[in-house]
């Protein structure tokens, strides 16, 4: 068997290079003809060659099943286990102990396995606080046996900070990471860094255009996967085609120079990263596969000249705008199971909506915090086309002070709770007009201010920060706001 070397998320050794199963999804789109058993087969092959880590996801169709067929297969002919990572996908709602167990449950059934070796959790939208609950369950069944190691999936800088903050142990996050989605290499890794979590990365190859086969090729009309049409999206996003040919070519040179592949070089690029720990590697199950190419990315090292003409070819592509993940919370959402902008449609308001007997004209919200009953006031009331946000702190929906002591995680999980108010109420982001900070410690502004940017940096309401005394409660910061609803 090959030897790839391992790195270690937590307790768990994988492999520098992972096996990704999202293609299944588009393999049996629409209800295809699928072998299973061919498949399993084809993945066993994938171990044999030392590519025996495995990713893959509660929604990649049957990836779960033949995952687990692959497992069984390997340990009764005596080979080594391979490494599981699944991820599990909820729609936001209360995550109860019970609701936590059965998605974990499911995931194992799945797979025929009493322990998984990485369960990554994604959350779709940060304004649904529940999220935490259901990290501190998965971590009480860590400690039953059901999962070694928790990861995420697709969280961005700041939610991942006040995650930890929050004493959640965490030991990777999933995030699309390449040459030309470069997110990941900057705050996201800075943080990292200093945490010990580890990057995964996948998209690294784009769908495949970051491979040989695209190197001076005209611009596709038609894509026909799903796949394919998510990473030229990304293409668009950063410049479009002339620049990405650009880099396409100086890529094709520095790959002739190294005797090795186009696409060696793109990961060879993402793994030089120091947060990353492995790259995630899609594969077509009984379609095609690369795994002789794929590992001579591990003898691959850049010179200085390489370095230098991809950082000159970087310069003519733009930045990915946002955050990491933030493609899987703003519509269109192409995944790698389709486009799921439908779950905007579906998911309920965070916040019960009421009427107010005494004026017809209005409605309010409620957040469940104990504030709200105890001093008789509304999260937030419409009136006509305007929403005014009542002065708002980290309190989860137990009561509890989220984040203590940390104004910029408080100020994070404060703000997500007032975007849950406007849109409870019909509203979006974008409409939000005025924000009015009180801070106890007014000097520690800054962290506070970089959070406002960020949620805000492309809507820039009006804005007051006040320095004040004390507030009610172990809080370091409260926020209100105020919404105009476009008619």
């Known amino acids: 068997m090959v030897e790839l070397g391992q790195v270690q998320l937590g307790s768990v050794s ?64 005596g080979a080594p286990a391979p490494t599981i990572l699944t991820k599990w996908c909820p729609p936001p709602g209360p995550m109860d102990p019970a609701t936590v167990r059965r998605g974990v449950e499911e995931r194992l059934e799945r797979l025929g396995l009493d322990c998984v070796d990485v369960l990554q959790f994604h959350w779709w939208r940060y304004a649904s606080p529940e999220y935490l609950d259901a990290l501190e369950q998965m971590m009480r069944l860590r400690e039953e046996g059901l999962i070694r190691e928790i ?57 495949g255009f970051l491979s040989g086969r695209w190197v001076g090729q005209p611009e596709p009309a038609d894509i026909p996967d799903w796949s394919g049409m998510k990473y030229k999206r990304v293409i668009d996003v950063a410049g479009g085609w002339v620049p990405y040919q650009r880099l396409m070519a100086v ?45 001579r990315v591990l003898g691959l090292a850049f010179d200085q000249d390489d370095r230098a003409a991809i950082a000159e070819a970087l310069e003519a592509l733009a930045m990915v705008p946002g955050d990491c993940g933030d493609e899987y919370r703003k519509p269109p959402f192409l995944t790698a199971s389709g486009d799921l902008s439908h779950h905007l449609d579906t998911l309920p308001p965070v916040h019960a909506v009421h009427p107010v007997p005494a004026r017809p004209d209005r409605t309010r919200s409620d957040s469940g915090s104990p504030w709200e009953a105890a001093a008789g006031f509304s999260r937030g009331v419409r009136v006509g086309n305007r929403i005014l946000v009542s002065g708002t702190t980290a309190t989860d929906p137990h009561g509890n002070c989220v984040c203590p002591g940390d104004p910029e995680g408080q100020a994070l999980y404060t703000l997500d709770k007032i975007i849950a108010t406007v849109v409870s109420l019909g509203g979006k982001p974008e409409d939000i007009v005025r924000t009015r900070i009180y801070m106890k410690d007014p000097e520690r502004w800054e962290g506070v201010g970089k959070v406002h940017a ?20 172990p809080y370091e910061i409260e926020i209100e706001a105020e919404a105009e609803v476009d008619q």
């Not at 997110?183 to 990292?192: D, F, G, K, T």
Request: overall charge negative; charged content about 25%.
């Open 454 to 473: 960020h949620v805000f940096g492309d809507v820039l309401p009006a804005n007051t920060l006040i320095g004040i005394s004390s507030l009610v409660g």
């Open 14 to 77: 994988v492999r520098p290079i992972l096996t990704g199963l999202w293609q299944m999804a588009d393999q049996e789109r629409d209800g295809k003809p699928y072998d299973l058993d061919a498949a399993a087969e084809a993945l066993v092959g994938y171990a044999r060659d030392g590519f025996d880590s495995f990713d893959m996801a509660d929604h990649y169709g049957s990836a779960e099943i033949v995952a687990g067929m692959a497992y069984r297969a390997l340990v009764e002919a």
């Open 251 to 295: 890529l094709d040179r520095i790959a002739r120079k190294h005797d090795v592949s186009v696409s060696n070089v793109a990961s060879r690029w993402v793994l030089d990263h120091a947060a990353v720990a492995g790259t995630i590697v899609g594969a077509r199950l009984g379609e095609r596969e690369h795994r002789a190419d794929n590992i």
């Open 151 to 207: 990861g995420l999936t697709n969280f961005d800088t700041g939610h991942l900070r006040l995650i930890l903050r929050q004493g959640i142990e965490i030991v990777s996050n999933q995030v699309c990471f390449s040459l030309l989605d470069r997110r990941a290499a900057h705050e996201m890794s800075a943080l990292c860094e200093e945490t010990g979590v580890r990057l995964l990365a996948f998209g690294t190859l784009c769908g």
